[in-house]
Nanobody
């Protein structure tokens, strides 16, 4: 059974940092692309960042460029989202997702597997 388990969310003041982790249990995980999405109250789920398990094809939403960094550790089978210079508008539930699709990775549509989400709250 495929599972994506996120961790690392919490409450932080504006300007602070958090690191989210996602540990997927995926068959043939090297074929997957991993994405981070977020959803704030009363808003649609939006793209944050994606990375291929090979380490390539990294992309970020404009709103997080220069502040967030996506990475993966193949030895630990974990994907990370390092979030620096956090702003109150970054407050949302953050989701890790996985897909074997090679295109359209900035949309939630192609992602077959999703984690349960982890809450990030940034206070002003």
């Amino acid at each position: 059974q495929v599972q994506l388990v996120e961790s690392g969310g919490g409450l932080v003041q504006a300007g602070g940092s958090l690191r989210l982790s996602c540990a997927p249990s995926l068959p043939y995980f090297s074929y997957y692309a991993m994405g981070w999405f977020r959803q704030a109250p009363r808003k649609e789920r939006e793209f944050v960042a994606h990375i291929r398990w090979s380490g390539g094809d990294i992309n970020y939403a404009d709103s997080v460029k220069g502040r967030f960094t996506i990475s993966r550790d193949t030895a630990k089978n974990t994907v990370y989202l390092q979030m620096n210079s956090l702003k109150p508008e970054d407050t949302a539930v953050y989701y890790c997702a996985a897909t074997m699709t090679s295109s359209g990775l900035a949309s939630p549509t192609p992602y077959e597997y999703w984690g349960q989400g982890t809450q990030v709250t940034v206070s002003s």
